[in-house]
Nanobody, 119 residues
Framework: QVQLVESGGGLVQAGASLRLSCAAS????????MGWFRQAPGKEREFVAS????????NYADAGKGRFTITRDNAKNTVYLQMNSLKPEDTAAYYC????????????WGQGTQVTVSS
């Protein structure tokens, strides 16, 4: 089983940057597509970004295009989300997820890391 642990969240001012990390354990995630999601209080969880198993394909929600970058280091079994020019509306709990099943859905999730952006 894959376990995912996010880190790197915190309280920052608008315009600042943060880099979130998602460290996987239990088995290698090098063969899995990975994604980042976020959930703000009172809102549904929403997609932020995804990356294919080899890093060759990335996808972003409109909210993060041009500001967020998802990368992965399969040697370290870790996925990253670089977030620049943060806005108060980026405030949310950020979750890492992996597609480990043949169904092609995100079926393994981390516990989340909180990002709070003050204005």
């Amino acid at each position: 089983q894959v376990q995912l642990v996010e880190s790197g969240g915190g309280l920052v001012q608008a315009g600042a940057s943060l880099r979130l990390s998602c460290a996987a354990s239990g088995r290698s995630v090098s063969g899995y597509d990975m994604g980042w999601f976020r959930q703000a209080p009172g809102k549904e969880r929403e997609f932020v970004a995804s990356i294919s198993w080899n890093g060759g394909r990335t996808n972003y929600a409109d909210a993060g295009k041009g500001r967020f970058t998802i990368t992965r280091d399969n040697a370290k079994n870790t996925v990253y989300l670089q977030m620049n020019s943060l806005k108060p509306e980026d405030t949310a709990a950020y979750y890492c997820a992996a597609k480990t099943s043949v169904r092609g859905v995100y079926d393994r999730w981390g516990q989340g890391t909180q990002v709070t952006v003050s204005s």
